[in-house]
């Protein structure tokens, strides 16, 4: 089955710096790869995702690439700000099943 | 948007006792729905892919007769734990995709479950 890494697990920026989170997944018919943002005791909101026709996708201050051929991909927010302190999970999806398959999570805490 | 509605948010329960769990997807028929497990600090792990009208699908090392998924509609799955004991304490979460979309998952707003 699909295995998705995710590095790192904690990241500590200041307010204002980039922070980039980059994930691996192991199933090549994986076509489709969503970012999720967690609030303690929240449920995973999507932030930003791609499919594996396009190689980059950019929403304001956040943007996510995929090599597909490297089978990585990244998410990097540009101009932290506190509220971006949150935990943050890649996902996969594969073309079976069609489930997804969630990274380890990354623990970012933005420093004012 | 589409929302999906889980209850209930929170439930504390006796050993050995048993609990559901209901996920409905409000606005939006739900052919798929799927049951995560979060453990503090850790990710969310796919417990099982619950379809409408016929068995679910659980992940390995998933006991399919303690986690019962029942998916009797296009908007309603449940899950029942049972004989629920202290190491079964978790936050569940639903998410359920939409009939037809291949992509878009929404998810629930969890379950927090503490067996005491």
């Known amino acids: 089955g699909e295995n998705v890494e995710q590095h790192p697990s904690t990241l500590s920026v200041q307010e204002g710096d980039s922070a980039v989170i980059k994930c691996t997944y192991s199933?090549?018919?994986?076509?489709?790869f969503p970012w999720y943002k967690q609030e303690l005791g929240k449920r995973p909101q999507l932030i930003i995702d791609?499919?594996?026709?396009?190689g980059e996708k950019k929403d304001q201050r956040i943007a996510v690439t995929l090599n597909k051929t490297a089978k990585h991909f990244s998410l990097h927010i540009t101009e932290t700000q506190p509220e971006d302190s949150a935990v943050y999970f890649c996902a996969a999806s594969s073309a079976a099943g069609n489930k997804l398959t969630f990274g380890g999570g990354t623990r970012v805490l933005v420093k004012p | 948007g589409a929302v999906v509605s889980q209850h209930p948010s929170r439930v504390i329960c006796k050993s050995g006792t048993s609990v559901k769990i209901e996920c409905r997807s409000l606005d939006f028929q739900a052919t798929t729905m799927f049951w995560y497990r979060q453990f503090p600090k850790q990710s969310l792990m796919l417990m099982a892919t619950?379809?409408?009208?016929?068995?679910?699908?659980?992940e390995q090392g998933v006991e399919k007769d303690k986690f019962l998924i029942n998916h009797a509609s296009l908007t309603l799955s449940t899950l029942t734990v049972t004989s629920a004991h202290p190491e079964d304490s978790s936050f569940y979460i639903c998410s359920a995709r939409e009939t037809g979309a291949y992509y878009g998952y929404t998810f629930g707003s969890g379950t927090r479950l503490t067996v005491v």
């Open positions: 619950s379809n409408e009208g016929s068995k679910a699908t659980y």
């Open positions: 199933d090549s018919a994986s076509n489709y």
């Open positions: 791609i499919r594996s026709n396009v």
